[in-house]
């Protein structure tokens, strides 16, 4: 059916009702709820399962108090670099366990970033349930999943078909990137979930314009700004899809919305946007002129004079221009935000990908982080769905609406491959999963008796998916595709979240607890909690080196001896912190412990933490080859070996 044959057949005035909505599943089986469901619980209890087994991770430390912070201080500036939606709604039924707050104090010092220090002294308050907070701060990121595979199935349904739906339902509900984050504390999966609400707001608001459509749609679209500022792009890409739209049918229907109505309703959808922004701020310092704001990146203040040193340099390139005197319709805190995870972006950092180091980032490094962490199975239906797209073959709709699904796509992976002051995380471009799922799910076409062949090439890979997907369970975060190796050999392509960021620690307790003989323990935990936490004593491995700014008391670098276990992320060479077992927290430099990939692990903790068993010659073959001295006696050493 022509676009224009869609408009004539639509009866009435151009507004959304529940029927009009509900048009597409009007021939849906009663059997597809059943079948959406079960998807759906299998879901839940593959992230349930999760929940329970692996440890906080790294930035969730620091969403969980500074969730806590907002909704007791009443203050936003702890992890200022994202909003506060998420965290929120995560830690309040934590708030009903009534946690010990009192190591928790935010400050408003744009340089420090105060949920770290804090995250650690919360676990020490809270320490004998501190997991159960864990687990149950971790139940929102269910409801966000759920919410986003639903969303996935009715707009696959509205522009293809059911069968359709339930495809890219399959494709949300069993992909290890939506599992691995659906079951944190962190904004990434209420941001791609929120982003994907947003869009199909708008779609079908272009779809029956009215005024209600537009206000439910700028609500969405404000609540979107609120988990995560990736989405602002959406300010952008709005304006383009209406143009486009109009365009689309302007010789289709001539009774669709007028251009100066649909300006109006813009208009409604950009303030109802900036009040939800104000009010999940508390519209805390909203509208101070933008002269008044002191900033760090040099986007928003500038280059900083010459003689400025420090690392964080307060300035504003607008305090002497007429743009200083205007107000800035956004909390003070929002902005901070941006202007804060700017900085991060433009001061740098090294950055690994496939063995090598590097200050910076690769604009590919996205697409190679996707290439390997997808299964190869939606890989695959992907690329065929944008081909089906690109030839407008099986599913002949609009043009206009294949581009709700691919510029989103497009534009976030521009976006994020265009910051290469560091690639650490494949999470950034996680809000292009649900369109990406969408663009594949029109092969549903295909599940059909008259094209069984070719329905059954997409059943297989769609199972092949699953299968790949199940068979690493609970370990997700940890996901790599056959391609790549699996996650056995993750390490070699991807380190820091994309496949280790302190989530196997209590797999390693149970390793300890069944071999006590693995005693003391040398172990470099990636982490920003103690590990002492969940019972695990310790002391750090000797460093690979001595250096002036390190001290790890060590009276002598290079391998000795002993048990060790240690976080991939230290052995392919990255800097980081680690508790010392005596309390504190030491700076890891890079390289220090890349020693230890001459030994080969006696067991691994989940895919992250390796665990080491070195003897006294396999010490000195290792030193000798360094250019160490020999070892000749240890009291650590041990021939116990599990």
Same mark, same amino acid.
């Given at each position: 059916?022509?676009?224009?044959?869609?408009?004539?057949?639509?009866?009435?005035?151009?507004?959304?009702?529940?029927?009009?909505?509900?048009?597409?599943?009007?021939?849906?089986?009663?059997?597809?709820?059943?079948?959406?469901?079960?998807?759906?619980?299998?879901?839940?209890?593959?992230?349930?399962?999760?929940?329970?087994?692996?440890?906080?991770?790294?930035?969730?430390?620091?969403?969980?108090?500074?969730?806590?912070?907002?909704?007791?201080?009443?203050?936003?500036?702890?992890?200022?670099?994202? /909003?506060?939606?998420?965290?929120?709604?995560?830690?309040?039924?934590?708030?009903?366990?009534?946690?010990?707050?009192?190591?928790?104090?935010?400050?408003?010092?744009?340089?420090?970033?105060?949920?770290?220090?804090?995250?650690?002294?919360?676990?020490?308050?809270?320490?004998?349930?501190?997991?159960?907070?864990?687990?149950?701060?971790?139940?929102?990121?269910?409801?966000?999943?759920?919410?986003?595979?639903?969303?996935?199935?009715?707009?696959?349904?509205?522009?293809?078909?059911?069968?359709?739906?339930?495809?890219?339902?399959?494709?949300?509900?069993?992909?290890?990137?939506?599992?691995?984050?659906?079951?944190?504390?962190?904004?990434?999966?209420?941001?791609?979930?929120?982003?994907?609400?947003?869009?199909?707001?708008?779609?079908?608001?272009?779809?029956?314009?009215?005024?209600?459509?537009?206000?439910?749609?700028?609500?969405?679209?404000?609540?979107?700004?609120?988990?995560?500022?990736?989405?602002?792009?959406?300010?952008?890409?709005?304006?383009?899809?209406?143009?486009?739209?109009?365009?689309?049918?302007?010789?289709?229907?001539?009774?669709?919305?007028?251009?100066?109505?649909?300006?109006?309703?813009?208009?409604?959808?950009?303030?109802?946007?900036?009040?939800?922004?104000?009010?999940?701020?508390?519209?805390?310092?909203?509208?101070?002129?933008?002269?008044?704001?002191?900033?760090?990146?040099?986007?928003?203040?500038?280059?900083?004079?010459?003689?400025?040193?420090?690392?964080?340099?307060?300035?504003?390139?607008?305090?002497?221009?007429?743009?200083?005197?205007?107000?800035?319709?956004?909390?003070?805190?929002?902005?901070?935000?941006?202007?804060?995870?700017?900085?991060?972006?433009?001061?740098?950092?090294?950055?690994?990908?496939?063995?090598?180091?590097?200050?910076?980032?690769?604009?590919?490094?996205?697409?190679?982080?996707?290439?390997?962490?997808?299964?190869?199975?939606?890989?695959?239906?992907?690329?065929?769905?944008?081909?089906?797209?690109?030839?407008?073959?099986?599913?002949?709709?609009?043009?206009?609406?294949?581009?709700?699904?691919?510029?989103?796509?497009?534009?976030?992976?521009?976006?994020?491959?265009?910051?290469?002051?560091?690639?650490?995380?494949?999470?950034?471009?996680?809000?292009?999963? /649900?369109?990406?799922?969408?663009?594949?799910?029109?092969?549903?076409?295909?599940?059909?008796?008259?094209?069984?062949?070719?329905?059954?090439?997409?059943?297989?890979?769609?199972?092949?998916?699953?299968?790949?997907?199940?068979?690493?369970?609970?370990?997700?975060?940890?996901?790599?595709?056959?391609?790549?190796?699996?996650?056995?050999?993750?390490?070699?392509?991807?380190?820091?979240?994309?496949?280790?960021?302190?989530?196997?620690?209590?797999?390693?307790?149970?390793?300890?607890?069944?071999?006590?003989?693995?005693?003391?323990?040398?172990?470099?935990?990636?982490?920003?909690?103690?590990?002492?936490?969940?019972?695990?004593?310790?002391?750090?491995?000797?460093?690979?080196?001595?250096?002036?700014?390190?001290?790890?008391?060590?009276?002598?670098?290079? /391998?000795?001896?002993?048990?060790?276990?240690?976080?991939?992320?230290?052995?392919?060479?990255?800097?980081?912190?680690?508790?010392?077992?005596?309390?504190?927290?030491?700076?890891?430099?890079?390289?220090?412990?890349?020693?230890?990939?001459?030994?080969?692990?006696?067991?691994?903790?989940?895919?992250?933490?390796?665990?080491?068993?070195?003897?006294?010659?396999?010490?000195?073959?290792?030193?000798?080859?360094?250019?160490? /001295?020999?070892?000749?006696?240890?009291?650590?050493?041990?021939?116990?070996?599990?």
């Amino acid at each position: 059916m022509s676009f224009a044959q869609q408009f004539k057949e639509n009866k009435g005035p151009r507004i959304a009702s529940l029927g009009q909505v509900a048009q597409s599943l009007h021939f849906m089986p009663k059997s597809v709820p059943v079948l959406i469901t079960i998807i759906l619980l299998i879901h839940v209890a593959l992230l349930l399962d999760c929940m329970g087994k692996n440890f906080v991770t790294v930035d969730e430390a620091g969403h969980l108090v500074a969730g806590i912070s907002h909704w007791t201080t009443g203050t936003y500036s702890m992890y200022r670099v994202n /909003p506060p939606l998420p965290r929120m709604l995560a830690v309040l039924p934590v708030l009903l366990l009534h946690p010990n707050t009192q190591g928790i104090q935010p400050t408003p010092a744009l340089g420090e970033r105060a949920e770290w220090r804090c995250a650690n002294q919360f676990a020490l308050d809270n320490a004998s349930r501190y997991l159960d907070i864990l687990f149950v701060a971790r139940l929102a990121g269910i409801l966000w999943s759920c919410l986003g595979g639903w969303l996935v199935f009715r707009w696959a349904s509205d522009l293809y078909s059911y069968r359709a739906g339930i495809l890219g339902l399959v494709f949300w509900c069993f992909d290890p990137n939506i599992l691995a984050n659906a079951q944190m504390v962190t904004p990434d999966v209420p941001a791609t979930v929120a982003g994907l609400a947003a869009m199909y707001c708008f779609w079908r608001y272009l779809r029956w314009p009215s005024w209600n459509l537009a206000l439910i749609a700028g609500l969405v679209l404000g609540i979107a700004q609120l988990t995560k500022f990736t989405l602002l792009y959406l300010y952008a890409l709005w304006p383009l899809l209406w143009l486009l739209y109009r365009w689309q049918i302007r010789t289709a229907d001539t009774s669709y919305v007028s251009f100066w109505v649909q300006i109006w309703h813009g208009l409604l959808m950009a303030i109802v946007s900036l009040v939800i922004i104000n009010l999940g701020y508390e519209c805390q310092e909203t509208c101070n002129p933008l002269g008044k704001y002191v900033f760090v990146s040099r986007t928003l203040g500038g280059e900083p004079s010459p003689d400025v040193t420090h690392a964080i340099a307060p300035i504003n390139r607008f305090r002497d221009s007429w743009l200083g005197s205007l107000p800035v319709p956004v909390p003070a805190e929002f902005l901070a935000g941006i202007d804060r995870q700017k900085f991060d972006f433009e001061r740098g950092w090294h950055s690994y990908l496939r063995g090598e180091w590097r200050y910076g980032g690769w604009w590919y490094y996205y697409l190679y982080g996707l290439a390997v962490k997808m299964p190869l199975g939606i890989i695959s239906l992907i690329v065929c769905g944008l081909i089906a797209t690109l030839v407008r073959y099986p599913c002949r709709i609009p043009t206009v609406d294949e581009c709700f699904l691919w510029l989103p796509v497009l534009i976030v992976l521009v976006l994020v491959s265009s910051q290469t002051g560091f690639n650490h995380h494949l999470r950034y471009v996680l809000p292009i999963f /649900p369109f990406a799922f969408l663009g594949a799910s029109k092969l549903a076409y295909f599940l059909s008796f008259q094209h069984w062949k070719t329905g059954f090439i997409v059943l297989l890979l769609a199972m092949w998916s699953m299968t790949s997907t199940l068979l690493i369970h609970p370990h997700y975060l940890s996901y790599f595709n056959e391609a790549a190796g699996g996650a056995e050999n993750g390490h070699y392509h991807l380190i820091d979240s994309n496949i280790d960021w302190g989530q196997d620690l209590l797999f390693l307790k149970a390793w300890l607890d069944q071999y006590s003989e693995a005693r003391p323990l040398g172990l470099a935990y990636y982490n920003v909690v103690d590990p002492r936490i969940v019972g695990i004593c310790f002391t750090l491995p000797p460093p690979g080196q001595i250096t002036g700014a390190q001290n790890l008391d060590a009276s002598e670098p290079g /391998p000795r001896p002993g048990y060790y276990a240690l976080d991939v992320n230290f052995i392919r060479g990255s800097s980081f912190i680690a508790a010392d077992g005596k309390g504190r927290f030491r700076h890891i430099p890079m390289h220090q412990y890349e020693y230890f990939q001459h030994f080969q692990p006696i067991a691994k903790a989940g895919y992250s933490i390796y665990i080491y068993h070195i003897t006294l010659d396999e010490a000195n073959r290792v030193r000798r080859a360094l250019g160490l /001295p020999l070892l000749r006696d240890v009291n650590i050493f041990t021939e116990n070996k599990p």
